[in-house]
């Protein structure tokens, strides 16, 4: 059984282009989800999946200073994008995590993985419903869903968002990894704004420098003991992009 954990990251975005190069504390925004992925138990191989083309060079040759393995395909088809990866490295199965979100938890994610593994489920996730903060998603699907969705999918949702093909698909088999509970589900750990940016960096220069801060409890009890903080990026849904997608939906016709 190989697992790879597969990171979909590129240079462009409408909210906050560039944004997985930003510096954040001394290192990359994908450079600091990179190196919480290599560290999931249960994990294989990290596969950083970029892109083709020059404007998205950059994002692969970081991937690869951080210690990923770096696979390029579609833009805008990001299951196709994955489907390539995890074709390329073999995996049985796929931890899909994304790119603007350098506070992972790799000990939930390996959690995510057991749980998957425990149950003999199709999907794995720990936001569905959403019972953790934002910005420590994560989903497992092996591969042969995967492949099954690259084949079958048509809504421009499904494409660009990986997994919905899979989520609301009557077959599928799905456990969720429930979260600590209601107090942890208002705080935004993801970058999206400006102001997730400000927020992540003023929350990293209170943070230990590696393994010591990898623990989600070691941010959130920090936020919890500065509101303040907590409120520079507090307002946003958490849906927002999967929105934007579902509204392309219907304009497509697809219902």
């Given amino acids: 059984m190989r697992i790879a954990t597969i990171i979909q990251a590129r240079i462009s975005s409408t909210r906050l282009p ?16 990179i190196e919480r992925a290599l560290a999931i138990p249960g ?12 404007q998205d060079d950059p994002v692969a040759e970081e991937a690869v200073r951080a210690g990923a393995v770096v696979t390029r395909g579609s833009r805008d088809d990001v299951l196709d994008r994955y489907w390539r990866a995890a074709q390329a490295v ?3 199965a796929v931890l899909r995590v994304t790119s603007d979100c350098p506070l992972i938890d790799p ?3 390996g959690q995510v993985i057991a749980l998957w593994k425990d149950t003999g489920a199709d999907q794995a996730c720990n936001n569905n419903p959403p019972t953790w903060p934002h910005g420590l998603d ?7 869903w995967l492949d ?10 499904e494409r660009e ?28 750990w993801t970058l999206d704004h400006a ?3 400000t927020f992540l960096r003023a929350l990293w220069a209170r943070l230990p420098e590696g393994p010591a801060s990898w623990s989600w409890r070691v941010p959130f009890a920090i936020v919890e003991a500065d509101p303040a903080l907590a409120a520079i990026n507090a307002g946003h849904d958490r849906l927002e992009g999967l929105k934007k997608s579902l509204d392309q939906d219907a304009r497509e016709g697809f219902s």
């Fill in 18 to 33: 560039g944004k997985v190069l930003m510096d954040l504390g001394g290192k990359t925004v994908l450079a600091r989800v």
């Fill in 195 to 197: 102001e997730d940016l």
């Fill in 138 to 144: 994560c989903e497992i699907v092996s591969f042969a």
């Fill in 43 to 54: 994990s294989d191989v990290v596969v950083c999946a970029v892109p083709e083309g020059p």
């Fill in 161 to 188: 968002h990986v997994t919905p093909f899979i989520r609301n698909h009557p077959e599928a088999r799905r456990v969720n990894l429930p979260g600590p509970g209601p107090r942890t589900i208002h705080h935004r």
């Fill in 107 to 109: 000990e939930v994610c």
């Fill in 148 to 157: 099954r969705a690259a084949r079958e999918a048509r809504k421009p949702s």
């Fill in 90 to 92: 073999k995996a049985d």
